[in-house]
């Protein structure tokens, strides 16, 4: 689904350093969320958003800050990066946040030295 | 808050055979069941979903069934293809969406 693009598909960052993963919807989905994903815990919810300035805390939101100042981008910022934060990141989008169908981005493979 | 447990989390099959994955979730007001299937480096897609009022959906050769009682669901694959390898989460769903840890299905020619 060309409709929700995640940039940039791969980094590499060094322990302390600040770094925003982007992620943009097509389709004025509501509601926007971020996902972990590390082998054994399938995915976890970071944050998500309901609409643009609202924003709410998921499942493993240490160490992550995100904003929505419009509803298509939902960047999510790791305001000093942490090893324990290496991880495949997915961003989606729903129409509703709890009975909907989400769809998910490509992805963005983080790993942090 | 939900746990979802999903089970088993490496399954092989021959071509053609069966395939079943389960799940149970604990909170019992969960009302929304997905499940997703991602292949290798590519992102989780919807394949099926039921709701907390129906037992059973069917699609082709994927159906799902929903036992509220017992706090379980599972996901039936019938006459498995190679391109149906890959790694199947569930989810449940109540004020947030919570995954399993993810099934890798192999299904060998």
């Known amino acids: 689904d060309a409709g929700i693009t995640q940039s940039p598909r791969y980094k590499i960052t060094e322990t302390g350093r600040q770094v925003t993963l982007m992620c943009h919807q097509t389709?004025?989905?509501?509601?926007m969320f971020w996902y972990r994903q590390d082998l054994g815990h399938g995915l976890r919810l970071i944050y998500y958003?309901?609409?643009?300035?609202?924003?709410d805390k998921g499942e493993v939101p240490d160490g992550y800050v995100v904003s929505r100042s419009k509803t298509e981008n939902f960047p999510l910022t790791l305001e000093s990066a942490t090893r324990s934060q290496t991880s495949v990141y997915f961003c989606a989008s729903s129409v509703d946040r709890v009975k909907g169908s989400q769809h998910f981005g490509d992805g963005t493979r983080l790993s942090i030295l | 808050g939900e746990n979802v447990e999903q089970h088993p989390s490496t399954l092989s099959v021959q071509e053609g055979d069966s395939a079943v994955i389960k799940c149970t979730y604990s909170?019992?007001?969960?009302?929304?069941f997905p499940w997703y299937k991602q292949e290798l480096g590519k992102r989780p897609q919807l394949i099926i979903d039921i709701r907390s009022n129906v037992g059973e959906k069917k699609d082709q050769r994927i159906a799902v069934t929903l036992n509220k009682t017992a706090k379980h669901f599972s996901l039936h694959i019938t006459e498995t293809q190679p391109e149906d390898s890959a790694v199947y989460f569930c989810?449940?769903?109540?004020?947030?969406?919570?995954f399993g840890a993810g099934t890798r299905l192999t299904v060998k020619p």
């Open positions: 958003s309901a609409a643009a300035d609202i924003t």
């Open positions: 389709w004025s989905h509501s509601y």
């Open positions: 989810a449940a769903s109540k004020n947030d969406m919570r």
């Open positions: 909170d019992s007001a969960s009302n929304y």
